[in-house]
């Protein structure tokens, strides 16, 4: 009967997740026909996918997001949880919810703000760029070689927000024992932080580890909605490359055979980090591994 309770979890599971993921996986070996209809491809669609320069400029741009994002969030995001929560007292609060407003701002909204951010000549980056002699002819998502960088920096501005929020909760979990004895010991300000605080918040960081590379893996809306990949693919990430393939080109053979790719990628990489740097966390914010 115990049995029983795990039922709609179980169903659940798999109508939304194993059945989806099953089906993608039968249709990555499968190529349409110029009739409508469908033929056995065997590997054909992964040989192509592989085979695709594109798909090396995607990975490339996946790296570069990962690796500046990822660090990038969770320094200032601990920074500012930091200063947040041992600076700030009256306007706590206040500095709470305007750093995390962008985190549950609808991407269309920042896209439309950020395209006019970096417009040429009237931007407000432009207006700071100015007065230090430089003059933008194009947007920075408008050139091939600074596009990925503009959206990796409106990525940063979105999500530092989470970051921050996981830290303070770290941060109030701290065992005020520990920090006093520091204090006795003659740790203060930076070093107390450097020393106790950030070794103490090891959990957080590992989750927001593990929650970024799988973020990065699932980014798609602001590429998507800003330059669409473009341009000439310069900032193509993997879901905007899966929707092209699958939606836009209606080759759903080699879309479905990225995704799995894809999939793959997350899951070892997941694996990997659950490996190395534990799997259990306590709420509490001590590692249980």
């Given at each position: 009967?115990?049995?029983?309770f ?10 939304f ?16 026909r ?11 669609n ?17 790296a ?6 990822i660090p990038v ?45 970096y417009?040429?000549?009237?931007g ?13 002819m ?10 990925i ?13 989470f ?18 004895a ?20 090891a ?10 590379v799988?973020?990065t893996?699932?980014?798609f ?5 800003m ?8 900032s ?19 879309g ?8 793959v ?9 659950i ?10 914010g001590?590692d249980?591994?």
């Amino acid at each position: 009967m115990l049995y029983l309770f795990a039922l709609p979890a179980t169903l659940l599971f798999v109508v939304f997740v194993a059945y989806p993921i099953l089906w993608v996986a039968e249709q990555s070996f499968y190529a349409g026909r110029t009739d409508g209809g469908v033929v056995f491809a065997g590997l054909a669609n992964y040989t192509t996918i592989l085979s695709d320069p594109t798909f090396w400029i995607v990975v490339r741009n996946m790296a570069l997001w990962g690796a500046i994002t990822i660090p990038v969030q969770m320094l200032i995001g601990g920074l500012l949880a930091y200063f947040i929560e041992r600076h700030t007292h009256a306007l706590r609060g206040f500095f709470r919810t305007m750093f995390f407003l962008p985190v549950v701002t609808s991407v269309s909204v920042i896209s439309l703000v950020w395209v006019q951010i970096y417009a040429p000549y009237y931007g407000i980056a432009q207006e700071y760029l100015r007065h230090v002699g430089i003059v933008m002819m194009t947007s920075p998502i408008g050139d091939p070689k600074t596009a990925i960088y503009a959206l990796i920096v409106v990525n940063i501005w979105q999500w530092t927000g989470f970051s921050m929020l996981m830290y303070i909760a770290g941060i109030a979990n701290l065992p005020n024992e520990v920090l006093d004895a520091a204090r006795i010991d003659g740790a203060r300000g930076w070093r107390l932080a450097v020393h106790v605080i950030v070794p103490m918040l090891a959990p957080a960081t590992k989750s927001l580890l593990l929650l970024g590379v799988i973020g990065t893996l699932q980014t798609f809306p602001i590429v998507h909605l800003m330059t669409g990949g473009g341009p000439n693919r310069a900032s193509e990430v993997f879901g905007t490359f899966i929707f092209k393939q699958s939606f836009v080109l209606g080759d759903t053979g080699s879309g479905a055979a990225l995704s799995v790719i894809v999939l793959v990628v997350a899951l070892v990489l997941s694996l990997v980090q659950i490996a190395v740097l534990g799997a259990r966390l306590s709420p509490a914010g001590r590692d249980e591994t």
